[in-house]
C-alpha cells in the first residue's frame, strides 16, 4: 500500500527554524512532482512549494526566500527547509505527490496525513 508520511512539525518561536520530511513507501515505480501545501483554521488549503523530478522548484510568494524544498529521489523522501517562521505560517502542513505504484498504468494523486506547524512566542 503506497502513502506518504510526514514528519518534523511542532511549535517554534517567531524567526525559527523547522524541517519537515515526507517519505513515499510502498511498491512505488515512479514519483512526480512533490510538494507541500498547508491550511491554516478557517482557511482554504493553499500551495507552499513544489519540486520536479528534475530538481526544479515552484514556491507561493509568501515563503520565498524562507523555505527550501528538496526531495531525494532514492529515498523516496521530499523536504521542506522553514527559516525565518512568522506567525502567519501556523498551519497543518500536507504532503502531496503523484505516483505510479509498480504494477499501475497511471499515476494517481496522494495526500499524507498532515503535521501541525505553530509559530508562537
Known amino acids: 500500500q503506497v502513502q506518504l508520511v510526514e514528519s518534523g512539525g511542532g511549535l517554534v518561536q517567531p524567526g525559527g527554524s523547522l524541517r519537515l520530511s515526507c517519505a513515499a513507501s510502498?511498491?512505488?515505480?515512479?514519483?512526480?512532482?512533490m510538494g507541500w501545501y498547508r491550511q491554516a483554521p478557517g482557511k482554504q488549503r493553499e500551495l507552499v512549494a513544489t519540486?520536479?523530478?528534475?530538481?526544479?522548484?515552484n514556491y507561493a510568494d509568501s515563503v520565498k526566500g524562507r523555505f527550501t524544498i528538496s526531495r531525494d529521489n532514492a529515498k523516496n523522501t521530499v523536504y521542506l527547509q522553514m527559516n525565518g517562521l512568522k506567525p502567519e505560517d501556523t498551519a497543518v502542513y500536507y504532503c502531496?505527490?503523484?505516483?505510479?505504484?509498480?504494477?499501475?498504468?497511471?499515476?494517481?494523486?496522494?495526500w499524507g496525513q498532515g503535521t501541525q506547524v505553530t509559530v508562537s512566542s
Open positions: 510502498g511498491s512505488i515505480f515512479s514519483i512526480n512532482p
Open positions: 502531496n505527490a503523484d505516483l505510479k505504484p509498480t504494477g499501475s498504468m497511471w499515476y494517481r494523486n496522494y
Open positions: 519540486i520536479t523530478s528534475g530538481g526544479s522548484t
